[in-house]
């Protein structure tokens, strides 16, 4: 660990809080931090959170001055997704507030615990047009799980403590609190409520005694079961209950692709990701399935394929969420379970016994022999496929990877094998480019002492190549590998194949020199053509003790494969070539 990121870990002893004392509303806010146990904060400066910057100055916290305010909440993401604990940033007014909406709605969709602390104008300039006055809770209804537009300084410990707990608890997700700059001014005597008590809002957690027998009984008599795991196993810490069911039931698990790392994927009942660009076994057994156990999942489109009723035409669906509207929202379910997946599972496990599987298991097996994933190599030519093979190989499965979005980002969910829960960060319900980087940014915070990897492409990585400036300056080690094919990939992969090979703005050839660039950061950078190159230069990579960027020059028009094109359904899937 450098002694720079060491900084970042170092905490001293919490400083005295004591009640009564009359705090302004940044004090406050700080004050209330410190009771939630944040140690990080990602943000970015401005007018309207100067008293909170001010408060800051000299602070018991780490913060990281990022370079923009999508850097600052991607990267409060990944701490999020790295660690289970919320993520926090701050950011001011009218831009620096709006800056945060991508990353708000990447959290929103992937069920991540943030807080979003914003600053506003003064109260009496509100609905003025005020410099950099933006109707930031308006903005962000649709895309929070809840926000608060502070109009009290003796609200504000009241608000900053619902906040964590909605943050956190049920199906977690980004809050939002907008605090305008004469509250954060004002004064007030200090407190912080012991509870929250929030009326209309409780989270579902234990399920019911009913619920746990109808999902037992579902399963007794099947003989061709499967797991569908999704990112509820991973949200819920229920990644040991999930092994246990599975190896005392002789379940086969499917993960999704939030669900990667769930469950290890080089177990002998791990049949790996399913849908679009699912592996064959996978998607067989969905549909040739008696009973799916969908387990902290949602049945997204990616795996459904839109084509409902076609969809595991053959099983009883067994549907376990945190959340009751996802429940027979996007499939039929026989059996619904409300209640969090690792409180259902440790209810569910002393009353299962071995399904009738083992013929199942041997024919999945089998699949997995006849159909893995496949790449045709070409002599020299760089496949990113073995890009991502490397990685894997040189680490274990064990690093902490992050991704981008785009062809990159799909055979990293193929070709790496996860171990780990947390060990898998990606922007999977909103398709988010310029998340791998800044994301793997917090990761690495959060875990100094893992390898952590940020895969992206050539053109994701020009969204938010600007916190280079965070990692040479704090020397944190992530290792950034781009996939370089100098074109935007799964675009030109769709306009391949449907749209007659008309590639319409789709060229990066004009890219900077991701090796220069690094270095103007005083960040090594390394390139690699060629399989042998890849070798030599990723092993010094990791060798070295401090970030890296490695550009890795591959094959342009290689297409992700398997590949289930839109409209389809799941046994009308394209194998690519041998």
């Not at 280079?468 to 944190?476: D, E, F, G, T």
Request: overall charge negative; proline content about 5%.
């Amino acid at each position: 660990m450098s002694v720079e990121i060491a900084e970042l870990q170092k905490r001293e002893s919490m400083p005295p809080i004591q009640f009564g004392e009359e705090l302004t509303g940044a004090e406050t806010l700080l004050r209330c931090l410190l009771l939630e146990e944040v140690e990080h904060i990602f943000g970015y400066p401005g007018g309207a959170v100067l008293p909170i910057y001010d408060s800051l100055y000299g602070s018991y916290f780490k913060h990281i001055l990022t370079r923009h305010e999508q850097g600052a909440i991607h990267a409060a993401d990944g701490y999020a997704r790295a660690t289970g604990k919320p993520g926090v940033c701050i950011a001011t007014s009218g831009p620096g507030a709006t800056n945060l909406v991508t990353g708000i709605a990447t959290a929103q969709m992937d069920s991540v615990p943030l807080v979003c602390i914003t600053g506003n104008v003064a109260q009496n300039l509100i609905g003025t047009d005020a410099f950099q006055e933006a109707n930031i809770t308006g903005i962000t209804i649709p895309i929070t799980k809840h926000n608060y537009f502070v109009r009290d300084i003796r609200d504000l410990p009241r608000i900053v403590k619902e906040a964590f707990y909605i943050a956190t608890t049920g199906r977690p997700g980004p809050v939002l609190i907008d605090i305008p700059k004469d509250v954060a001014n004002a004064k007030a005597p200090f407190y912080y409520p012991d509870k929250v008590e929030i009326r209309g809002y409780r989270a579902t957690l234990v399920p019911s005694d009913d619920d746990v027998n109808a999902f037992v009984s579902a399963i007794r008599s099947a003989k061709k079961p499967v797991i569908l795991a999704g990112g509820g196993i991973i949200a819920a810490g229920a990644d040991k209950e999930l092994l246990a069911f599975a190896e005392k039931a002789r379940i086969p698990v499917i993960n999704t692709f939030m669900g990667l790392g769930g469950f290890p994927g080089v177990h002998e009942l791990s049949l790996g990701m399913p849908g679009m660009h699912g592996n064959y076994t996978a998607n067989q057994a969905l549909l040739q399935a008696d009973c799916v156990i969908g387990l902290g999942a949602r049945f997204d489109d990616r795996i459904t394929m839109g084509r409902t009723k076609e969809f595991a035409p053959n099983a009883r669906i067994v549907h376990v969420d945190i959340d009751p509207a996802e429940l027979g929202k996007n499939v039929s379910t026989a059996v619904a379970v409300a209640g969090d997946v690792k409180s259902t599972l440790q209810k569910v496990l002393p009353l299962v016994t071995a399904c009738d599987s083992e013929a199942w298991i041997g024919q999945l097996k089998e699949w997995q022999k006849q159909y893995p994933y496949r790449y045709k190599t070409n002599g020299d030519v760089l496949k990113p496929q073995a890009v991502i093979e490397l990685l894997y190989r040189s680490t274990n499965g064990e690093a902490i990877v992050t991704t981008d979005v785009g062809q990159h980002q799909m055979w990293t969910a193929q070709y790496y094998k996860f171990k780990y829960a947390r060990s898998f960060i990606s922007s999977g319900g909103l398709g988010t480019m310029g998340f791998g980087f800044p994301s793997a940014v917090g990761a690495q915070i959060a875990n100094p002492d893992r390898t952590v990897i940020a895969v992206v492409g050539d053109g994701g990585f020009q969204m938010t190549n600007q916190e280079l400036a965070i990692v040479s300056q704090y020397k944190i080690p992530v290792k950034v590998v781009i996939l370089n094919n100098q074109c935007l990939g799964m675009v030109r992969q769709w306009q391949e194949l449907f749209y007659d090979n008309r590639y319409s703005q789709i060229d990066l050839s004009c890219s900077p020199d991701f090796v220069k660039l690094a270095e103007a950061y005083g960040v090594k950078g390394l390139r690699a053509s060629t399989p042998e190159e890849a070798e030599k230069v990723w092993a010094e990579a990791l060798e070295h003790d401090g970030p890296v960027v490695v550009d890795f020059r591959v094959e342009q028009e290689e297409n992700v494969y398997p590949m289930v094109a839109a409209g389809n359904t799941l046994d009308q899937m394209e194998l690519g070539e041998d």
